[in-house]
T-cell receptor, first 117, second 114 residues
Framework: AQSVAQPEDQVNVAEGNPLTVKCTYS??????LFWYVQYPNRGLQFLLK??????LVKGSYGFEAEFNKSQTSFHLKKPSALVSDSALYFC???????????????FGQGTELSVKP | DGGITQSPKYLFRKEGQNVTLSCEQN?????MYWYRQDPGQGLRLIYY???????QKGDIAEGYSVSREKKESFPLTVTSAQKNPTAFYLC?????????????FGEGSRLTVL
């Protein structure tokens, strides 16, 4: 069964510093991994995904994520944090469509990112 | 512009009442999903549908019902049997022929039981 873990409930970073939001996964077969961001009382916005190929994936708003198969991790990173990056971040793995799994996203618990000026 | 529209954005309900949350998409997606979000618990899947006139229970389907009579629409009914319905509800959709494709989300509906 697929699962995702985000070990940190909250990450605090000073503006201009690099940020990392951690994610580890457990899947059978090829992992399809995603990062989403959520602002208060809003829906989820897609940031980036890993399908195959290059382990460093670039996404929206200057975010990138590093896929590490040996450590089963998919950490979200940004070289220089902005106050406007403060939000709730979710890592997710996609279940396949076959075997009646419906292609659903399985989410981690979420990590609250706070960037202070 | 293509997207997913959820309504209402805020809804108040008295105990014992059923309420229906609307979800409409014009992205021509086959698959649609309903998630529930509670603080500190991430998102949990309620129901999903891969095709019209078919839907499957997710992880927390008890006290909820859905229908999928049209490709564009996937309404969720929160019944009086749902013991703790106060939550933020998110609808999503995706293609079924792009397994690595992302889900697109609506802006959510916040239900409060008084």
């Amino acid at each position: 069964a697929q699962s995702v873990a985000q070990p940190e409930d909250q990450v605090n970073v000073a503006e201009g510093n690099p940020l990392t939001v951690k994610c580890t996964y457990s899947v059978s077969g090829n992992p399809y991994l995603f990062w989403y961001v959520q602002y208060p009382n809003r829906g989820l916005q897609f940031l980036l995904k890993y399908i195959t190929g290059d382990n460093l994936v670039k996404g929206s708003y200057g975010f990138e994520a590093e896929f590490n198969k040996s450590q089963t991790s998919f950490h979200l990173k940004k070289p220089s944090a902005l106050v406007s990056d403060s939000a709730l971040y979710f890592c997710a793995v996609r279940a396949p469509f076959f075997r009646n799994q419906g292609g659903k996203l399985i989410f981690g618990q979420g990590t609250e990112l706070s960037v202070k000026p | 512009d293509g997207g997913i529209t959820q309504s209402p954005k805020y809804l108040f309900r008295k105990e014992g009442q059923n309420v229906t949350l609307s979800c409409e998409q014009n992205l021509n997606h086959d698959a649609m999903y309903w998630y529930r979000q509670d603080p500190g618990q991430g998102l949990r899947l309620i129901y999903y549908s891969q095709i019209v006139n078919d839907f499957q229970k997710g992880d927390i389907a008890e006290g909820y019902s859905v229908s999928r009579e049209k490709k564009e629409s996937f309404p969720l009914t929160v019944t009086s049997a749902q013991k703790n319905p106060t939550a933020f509800y998110l609808c999503a959709s995706s293609h079924t022929d792009r397994e690595a494709g992302e889900l697109f989300f609506g802006e959510g509906s916040r239900l409060t039981v008084l």
